[in-house]
Each structure stands twice: as structure tokens, then as C-alpha cells.
T-cell receptor
Framework: GNSVTQMEGPVTLSEEAFLTINCTYTATGYPSLFWYVQYPGEGLQLLLKATKADDKGSNKGFEATYRKETTSFHLEKGSVQVSDSAVYFCALVNAGGTSYGKLTFGQGTILTVHP | GAVVSQHPSWVICKSGTSVKIECRSLDFQATTMFWYRQFPKQSLMLMATSNEGSKATYEQGVEKDKFLINHASLTLSTLTVTSAHPEDSSFYIC????????????FGPGTRLTVL
């Protein structure tokens, strides 16, 4: 079956530090990969996505590249802000099989950015 | 575009009562909606997949009679927690998918249920 593994948190950084949150996956076929962000007390917002190998998703200074050879989709940002403090979820969805269209989430990584 | 709303945003109820949560797609038609449950500091757990006009498909371990899901129209799905108990307290999130778009879901803001 499908699975997503994220680096364990929480991650605490100072403002303007470099951020990496690792994400690796196991899936059959060619899944689409996502990063979602959840702010306290809210639902999930799509941060970025990539639908095929070597695609790079980017948004709001965040980037992630779909690496099929390493089955990874690591999230990076060059300079984090206090407002980036949230929980980040890596996820995948498959186009086929019994899990068609269902999102599989990683466990989430709590990011706290201090001024 | 692609806005999903949930109502109520939070609810407190007594043990033994039933609670209904609505999920609406405001500016698109959602042939499929998903219901998730999230415990504090944990990931989202898919409870069920709801297709318009048909019965919901529940994930293994989710009680169908406990969590009633209805998807009566292309813009509305409801989750009813029947005979709620304190262990049902959780954050419930829905998402909606546009027809023919298997890989894009739009999430609602969530509903915080507290059962006393």
C-alpha cells in the first residue's frame, strides 16, 4: 500500500534560517505529491504539488522536487518567517488501484519560527 | 475559487446526543467528498469517501452506524455523529474533489467537536 514518512518534529528555527523537511514515500505507479500546511485551529491549505518525476512545485518561497529515484519530496525554504509557523503535511495520491484518488498523509511536522 | 466551507466551526454537546456537520463546496460541484478525523498533534485519518447520490465508502475500522454520511447534492455532504461520546471528541475535516480531477482536493476549515 501507499505510505508517506516525514522527518519527525518539532522543528524550531530562527527567522531567516534555512528550512528542510524531509519526506519519502512508498507507492505503486506514479503518484502525485503534495505539501499541505495547517495553521492552528484551521483546515489544510495546499502549499505546492508535483505530478510527475523531476517536477518542482513552488509557492510562497517554498520548493519541493519530485525525485522518483530516491522516492522523495523534501520541502525547502531559503529564509523562513515567523508567519511560517504551522504544521506541514506531505501527502500523495494515486491514480489507480484501490486507493484511487485517496490522499495518504505523512504524520506532519510542526514548525516553529522564532523572531 | 474552489472554496469549501464547514458548519459549524465548533460544537459542544452532551454525551448521547447526535451532531450533524455540513460540508459545502461553494463555487464548484463536488462529485466526491472525503471526511477526515484529526486527533491533537496527529495526522489526518480518512474516515470515509462520499460520492453524490450513492452510499459512502467507509475505511476499515470506522463504524458506519456511528458516523452517518449523506451526500445528497453536488455541493453538500453531511456527517452525523450519532449518540456521541467523549471519545468522539476530535477535529473533523472534509475535503471536496472536482469531477475528473483525481489528484486535487480542496479542504474545509474543520469542525471542532467536544462531547461532554
Amino acid at each position: 500500500g501507499n505510505s508517506v514518512t516525514q522527518m519527525e518534529g518539532p522543528v524550531t528555527l530562527s527567522e531567516e534560517a534555512f528550512l528542510t523537511i524531509n519526506c519519502t514515500y512508498t507507492a505503486t505507479g506514479y503518484p502525485s505529491l503534495f505539501w499541505y500546511v495547517q495553521y492552528p485551529g484551521e483546515g489544510l491549505q495546499l502549499l505546492l504539488k508535483a505530478t510527475k518525476a523531476d517536477d518542482k512545485g513552488s509557492n510562497k518561497g517554498f520548493e519541493a522536487t519530485y525525485r522518483k529515484e530516491t522516492t522523495s519530496f523534501h520541502l525547502e525554504k531559503g529564509s523562513v518567517q515567523v508567519s511560517d509557523s504551522a504544521v506541514y503535511f506531505c501527502a500523495l495520491v494515486n491514480a489507480g488501484g484501490t486507493s484511487y484518488g485517496k490522499l495518504t498523509f505523512g504524520q506532519g511536522t510542526i514548525l516553529t519560527v522564532h523572531p | 475559487g474552489a472554496v469549501v466551507s464547514q458548519h459549524p466551526s465548533w460544537v459542544i454537546c452532551k454525551s448521547g446526543t447526535s451532531v450533524k456537520i455540513e460540508c459545502r463546496s461553494l463555487d464548484f460541484q463536488a462529485t466526491t467528498m472525503f471526511w477526515y478525523r484529526q486527533f491533537p498533534k496527529q495526522s489526518l485519518m480518512l474516515m470515509a469517501t462520499s460520492n453524490e447520490g450513492s452510499k459512502a465508502t467507509y475505511e476499515q475500522g470506522v463504524e458506519k452506524d456511528k458516523f452517518l454520511i449523506n451526500h445528497a447534492s453536488l455541493t453538500l455532504s453531511t456527517l452525523t455523529v450519532t449518540s456521541a461520546h467523549p471519545e468522539d471528541s476530535s477535529f473533523y475535516i472534509c475535503s471536496a474533489r472536482i469531477r475528473l480531477s483525481y489528484n486535487e482536493q480542496f479542504f474545509g476549515p474543520g469542525t471542532r467537536l467536544t462531547v461532554l
